[in-house]
C-alpha cells in the first residue's frame, strides 16, 4: 500500500507561481514513475508530468518549460514547481504512483490562476 498526500495548492495570479508537494509513505521503494495529473470542471484527468525512477522527465505540451517535477528521497516528497502559471492551469492537481502496475492517488489540491 502507498499513501499520498498533497498539500500547496491555492489561489494565485496569472504569472504567478506555486509549488505543490506530495508526500509519500507505505511501500515505495518500488514505485515507477511517480506522476502528477490535473483535472478541471468537465474535463478528463490528464498527465501534466512523469519522473521516472531513472530520473527521467516527461511533460504535457501545455506545461512544458514553466512546470518542473522532482524528487526528495529523504523527505520520501514528489514535487511539481509551477511558474508562469495560466488561468487555463485552474483544476485539481492529483499525485500520483505506480506501484507493479497498481496506480495510488493522492486526495487531490486545488490550484486557482485569476487572470
Known amino acids: 500500500q502507498v499513501q499520498l498526500v498533497e498539500s500547496g495548492g491555492g489561489l494565485v495570479q496569472a504569472g504567478g507561481s506555486l509549488r505543490l508537494s506530495c508526500a509519500a509513505s507505505g511501500s515505495i521503494r518500488s514505485i515507477n514513475p511517480w506522476g502528477w495529473y490535473r483535472q478541471a470542471p468537465g474535463k478528463q484527468r490528464e498527465s501534466v508530468a512523469v519522473l521516472t525512477q531513472g530520473g527521467n522527465t516527461a511533460y504535457a505540451d501545455s506545461v512544458k518549460g514553466r512546470f518542473t517535477i522532482s524528487r526528495d528521497n529523504a523527505k520520501n516528497t514528489v514535487y511539481l514547481q509551477m511558474n508562469n502559471l495560466k488561468p487555463e492551469d485552474t483544476a485539481v492537481y492529483y499525485c500520483?504512483?505506480?506501484?507493479?502496475?497498481?496506480?495510488?492517488w493522492g486526495q487531490g489540491t486545488q490550484v486557482t490562476v485569476s487572470s
Open positions: 500520483n504512483a505506480r506501484n507493479y502496475y497498481v496506480d495510488y
